[in-house]
């Protein structure tokens, strides 16, 4: 009887050996899966920063692009203002309308 005892305590423990040993290959396994999921987050991370990046430069040029336009609009506005001043010296000056008709229309006014 000790020694069925000992027989079935003996398979017992070979097999509480042989699941540990498969729990300690899916450990390997589930870290090997974490190392990848890291690697790859890691990989998506720089991935994002240099679209940040390049997203900021861009803004930073449209930015400029758009200061540059307000900026020659606001040329254009006083140029055109000064143009529809001169013709109205001009009128006033004697210098007939039609002398003043290839003029853009809008400084004719």
Known sequence: ???R???ERLEALELEKAAL???KVTVV???DLLVKQRDLMVALTRRLHERDSWLLEAQGEVDAAEAR???LEDALDLKSLELISLQRVALEHGVPAA???GLPEHAAR
């Open 99 to 101: 002398a003043l008709e």
């Open 69 to 71: 336009a307000r900026h």
């Open 1 to 3: 009887a000790l020694e």
């Open 21 to 23: 040993e498969e729990d």
């Open 29 to 31: 396994r589930y870290k």
């Open 5 to 7: 005892h000992y027989g």
